[in-house]
């Protein structure tokens, strides 16, 4: 049985091709800066690619601010209807 972890934003490369892809821990993973939207970028120094501490999850890509959206999924947990949530 494969032992798993949980590894920290950051502390691997999330592009699939990448020969280094969510292997942790290596030194190769950077911070970048951050978005418009405060968000902490990485660059991956093998690959050269670079991707948002949110890649991966619900938020990625999203124009809503995560409050706004974890409202939203407590009001589809609370079995509101579609139309009240909007």
Known sequence: MEKQQLAAIGSSCL???????????????VECGKTDKDVQRYRCKTCKKSFTETKGTM???CRHSEDKIIECMAMVGDRNNLAAIH
């Open 15 to 29: 592009n699939e091709v990448c020969v280094e892809y969510k292997k942790v821990n290596l030194g190769n993973v």
């Open 59 to 61: 938020f990625y890509r």
